[in-house]
């Protein structure tokens, strides 16, 4: 009873703080599953670490886009909370071994956030310095490998600048804040892409892009539209997806990256899950790599986090993140905060000098 008690407590709290006020669907079902003793058994058949409410939530919407539990995919599709609650426990009651069974096997996804904003003109910048005409990059953590499009996407941002390409199907928006605006040279062309994750997520299987659809909250279509604006983007000229701690990928990566080319590695809101030795083993990777040639890392981190990179003066767990940008040649580092962000992208202060 103490458990279940606990995780009652997990699913309230998710219900009334996480989800309230952006999903009204996912507070009324996260409520209601607190509320029954059979729907917190039935969880409790999942692995420990599989039972938080993100997992749970998002097996359930993927077997509602799968078509295996019509009666919750249509009370989410009519945005009725208290159906969707409902349907939530039946469907979690009759088919907990399915349910369960996605769990164990999958991991919330963040892959539509809207990063392209802040990458590309970091991406831009840092061609720029190391008078580059071509670049391929390496995203590290890549998930989906959705971030290595950010050249075919259009960008505009709140003073009216624009980006990448405005005929794309993919179009994203971010607000700038300061009185500083967005460098708008364009990105050289992109003659590599190669993606580095733990376990990669390959957009041409539909399982795997159904499972990147059912971690978005069923309330939001408008991010689920873009998301699959994304994928199919992706999907027409799908990336080199490298399995593997990237400590031991990343040599293989930078192989990948023609020599004429500058390879740009980027990192957003990664390294935060790695200990701090491991950031410095990454750094060193980086390092490793610039003795044949210049090498750019391009990161949004939180405060702090990106090893070299100045903080600002910036506290720790401050609410907002530094967009970096390290420009590694033979023996040189060169290290700078390019600029903040805050709600991964979506606001941006762009802070460095652009000649």
Excluded at 142 to 161: E, F, H, K, M, P
Aim: with cysteine.
């Amino acid at each position: 009873m103490g458990r279940a008690r606990t995780l009652a407590q997990v699913y309230r709290r998710f219900g009334e703080a996480d989800a309230a006020g952006t999903s009204p669907l996912y507070e009324r079902v996260a409520v209601a599953l607190s509320e029954s003793d059979e729907a917190l058994r039935a969880i409790e058949a999942a692995p420990a670490r599989k039972r938080h409410p993100a997992v749970i939530l998002a097996a359930l919407h993927d077997l509602a886009l799968a078509g295996r539990a019509p009666a919750l995919a249509a009370a989410y599709a009519a945005a009725d909370g208290d159906a969707a609650a409902r349907a939530a426990i039946d469907t979690l009651l009759r088919m907990t071994e399915s349910v369960v069974a996605v769990a164990a096997r999958r991991r919330p996804r963040t892959d539509e956030t809207g990063r392209c904003p802040v990458l590309y003109p970091a991406i831009a910048e840092a061609a720029r310095r190391v008078g580059a005409n071509a670049v391929g990059l390496i995203d590290v953590g890549c998930s989906a490998g959705l971030n290595l499009n950010v050249d075919r996407v259009g960008i505009t941002y709140s003073n009216r600048q624009v980006l990448g390409d405005p005929a794309s199907p993919v179009q994203m928006s971010s607000s700038v804040v300061g009185d500083r605006s967005i460098p708008t040279r364009a990105m050289p062309e992109v003659v590599a892409r190669v993606g580095v994750d733990l376990d990669p997520v390959d957009v041409t299987d539909a399982d795997e892009a159904r499972w990147l659809r059912a971690c978005l909250w069923p309330d939001q279509p408008e991010r689920a539209a873009r998301l699959d604006a994304e994928i199919a983007l992706a999907a027409t000229a799908p990336p080199l997806l490298l399995r593997g701690d990237a400590l031991e990928v990343l040599p293989d990566a930078f192989a990948r990256v023609p020599a004429d080319a500058l390879p740009v590695v980027t990192t957003t809101w990664t390294l935060s899950r790695l200990p701090l030795e491991s950031r410095l083993r990454f750094l060193h990777r980086l390092d490793e790599a610039a003795t044949r040639r210049a090498v750019a890392w391009v990161s949004a981190e939180g405060v702090g986090v990106a090893p070299a990179i100045p903080t600002l003066g910036d506290r720790r767990a401050s609410g907002h993140s530094i967009i970096g940008l390290a420009v590694f040649d033979a023996s040189t580092l060169r290290t700078e905060a390019v600029g903040r962000c805050w709600s991964q992208g979506r606001l941006l202060a762009w802070l460095a000098d652009s000649d």
